[in-house]
């Protein structure tokens, strides 16, 4: 199995500033990675597929680059609604494993 | 607005079963692989199953493999689970996520991602 690497675990900002999300996989996939966004009491949402492609309606402030097995989630600006946890998850193969969450927090 | 609707979680004993229902809506269901994804409380995401448009590929996490079983009605678009045994550690929230899938200059091949999600089934395995 693939293993997915996310540092920092958790990181506390505050509103306005550029927050980024490092993940490592163990082995090379290519641009197969994705990243999600967890509110607490809420399921995960679709933020970033094919590590720098943006779904849908989500804002330009999110930004993913990186391929191979070194990637970043970049939030340009922070928001109120952006303290969440973030998870990458690879689709290079199955099962598809997701790195262990990046919470941020208010400082 | 696509929607998923997870349903049939509750307490359970250990060695027990449960059977999870996602209803789909607003999309067509048949033109879609699905999955189940769990949580378990203050832990992280752990995908544990897929099965493809026509039932014909099934995958599942080690964890559960021999114990659940993944299944789809495409007339009555719905996704199921069947839990059995359950331990402890099946304790978790159940999401279904649907399979969305996109052709990228970044990928050689087409990348899959779970693009909606339901709002989640409690399971809980205790005595």
């Known amino acids: 199995d693939i293993q997915m690497t996310q540092s920092p675990s958790s990181l506390s900002a505050s509103v306005g500033d550029r927050v980024s999300i490092t993940c490592r996989a163990s082995?090379?996939?290519?641009?197969?990675l994705n990243w999600y966004q967890q509110i607490p009491g809420k399921a995960p949402k679709l933020l970033i597929y094919?590590?720098?492609s943006l779904q849908s309606g989500v804002p330009l402030r999110f930004r993913g680059s990186g391929s191979g097995t070194d990637f970043t989630l970049t939030i340009s600006s922070l928001q109120p609604e952006d303290f969440a946890t973030y998870y990458c998850?690879?689709?290079?193969?199955?099962?598809?494993?997701f790195g262990q969450g990046t919470n941020v927090d208010i400082k | 607005e696509v929607q998923l609707v997870e349903s049939g979680g509750g307490l359970v004993q250990p060695g027990g079963s449960l059977r999870l229902s996602c209803a789909a809506s607003?999309?067509?269901?048949?033109?879609?692989?699905m999955n189940w994804v769990r949580q378990a409380p203050g832990k992280g995401l752990e995908w544990v199953s897929y099965?493809?448009?026509?039932?014909?590929?099934?995958y599942y996490a080690d964890s559960v493999k021999g114990r659940f079983t993944i299944s789809r009605d495409n007339a009555k678009n719905s996704l199921y689970l069947q839990m059995n045994s359950l331990r402890a550690e099946d304790t978790a929230v159940y999401y279904c996520?649907?399979?969305?899938?996109?052709?990228?200059?970044?990928?050689?091949?087409?990348?899959?991602?779970?693009?909606?999600w339901g709002q989640g089934t409690l399971v809980t395995v205790s005595s």
């Open positions: 996520a649907r399979d969305g899938s996109s052709w990228t200059s970044s990928t050689p091949g087409r990348i899959y991602y779970f693009d909606y």
């Open positions: 607003a999309f067509t269901f048949s033109s879609y692989s």
């Open positions: 099965i493809s448009t026509s039932s014909s590929t099934i």
């Open positions: 082995q090379s996939i290519s641009s197969y």
């Open positions: 094919a590590a720098s």
């Open positions: 998850q690879q689709s290079f193969s199955t099962p598809r494993t």
